[in-house]
C-alpha cells in the first residue's frame, strides 16, 4: 500500500527543536522528490522544503533557512524534517508529501500537529 | 516570488451546479500548476496537474484549463462531497507557492 506516515509533532518551546519523521511506504525514497508543506491553523497551504530524489536539499522557503533541513534513511524508508531555533510562527501541521512530476505533490500524509508555544 | 492569486475567496452553490474557480499568477508559469481538494481535517488531494490533466481516479466532473498566467478549475453537478477547500500550486519555480483558497459552500 502505497502511503505517507507523519509522526514527531507535539508542543515545543520556542527557541527549541524538534524532529518529524515521515515513514513511506509503496515505494523508494530514492525514486522520488520528498517535500514538506505546512498549514497554520485555520490558514492556507505553505510548501516549506524539498529533498530531491537524489537527497538534496534543494530549496527552502525564506523563514525557515538556516533552521530547518531535511534529510532521508532510505533503509528505513524514512523521510525527516529537523526544526530548529522554532518560533511560534512555525505552529502548523506539517505535511509531507511525494512529488510528481515537475513538482506537484501526488501523495500527502495525514500532517503532524506542532505547536510552538511557552 | 510567484504570487497566486484566487478567486472568489467564498463560492456558494446546489448539488448538481457546475462552478468555476479562477487562479492567477503574478508572472507567466507556463502550464506548471496543479489543484488540489481539501476537506476538513483532512490533507489535500491532487486532482489537476500540468493545468489540465486529470489525477488519476479523480472524477471526470473535474475540469482545468489555462497557461500562462491564468487558469480555471471547473466542476460540473456539483455532488455533496465536493464541498471543500481548493487551492491552486504553481511549479514552475521555487519557492513553489499556493493560492490563498477557495472555500466551497453548499447553499
Known amino acids: 500500500q502505497v502511503q505517507l506516515v507523519e509522526s514527531g509533532g507535539g508542543v515545543v518551546q520556542p527557541g527549541r527543536s524538534l524532529r518529524l519523521s515521515c515513514a513511506v511506504s509503496?515505494?523508494?525514497?530514492?525514486?522520488?522528490?520528498m517535500h514538506w508543506v505546512r498549514q497554520a491553523p485555520g490558514k492556507g497551504l505553505e510548501w516549506v522544503t524539498i529533498?530531491?530524489?537524489?537527497?538534496?536539499?534543494?530549496y527552502s522557503i525564506e523563514s525557515v533557512r538556516g533552521r530547518f533541513s531535511v534529510s532521508r534513511d532510505i533503509s528505513k524508508s524514512t523521510l525527516y524534517l529537523q526544526m530548529d531555533s522554532l518560533t511560534t510562527d512555525d505552529s502548523a501541521v506539517y505535511f509531507c508529501?511525494?512529488?510528481?512530476?515537475?513538482?506537484?505533490?501526488?501523495?500527502w500524509g495525514q500532517g503532524t500537529l506542532v505547536t510552538v508555544s511557552s | 516570488d510567484i504570487q497566486m492569486t484566487q478567486s472568489p475567496s467564498t463560492l456558494s452553490a446546489y448539488v448538481g451546479d457546475t462552478v468555476t474557480i479562477a487562479c492567477r499568477a503574478s508572472q507567466t508559469i507556463s502550464a506548471w500548476l496543479a489543484w488540489y481538494q481539501q476537506r476538513p481535517r483532512k490533507a489535500p488531494k491532487l486532482l489537476i496537474y500540468k493545468a489540465s490533466m486529470l489525477e488519476s481516479g479523480v472524477p471526470e466532473r473535474f475540469s482545468a484549463s489555462g497557461s500562462g498566467t491564468e487558469f480555471t478549475l471547473t466542476i460540473s453537478g456539483l455532488q455533496p462531497e465536493d464541498f471543500a477547500m481548493y487551492y491552486c500550486?504553481?511549479?514552475?519555480?521555487?519557492?513553489?507557492?499556493f493560492g490563498q483558497g477557495t472555500r466551497l459552500e453548499i447553499k
Open positions: 529533498l530531491s530524489h537524489v537527497g538534496i536539499n534543494k
Open positions: 508529501a511525494r512529488g510528481g512530476g515537475g513538482s506537484y505533490f501526488d501523495l
Open positions: 500550486q504553481q511549479y514552475n519555480d521555487y519557492p513553489y507557492t
Open positions: 509503496g515505494f523508494s525514497l530514492s525514486d522520488y522528490a
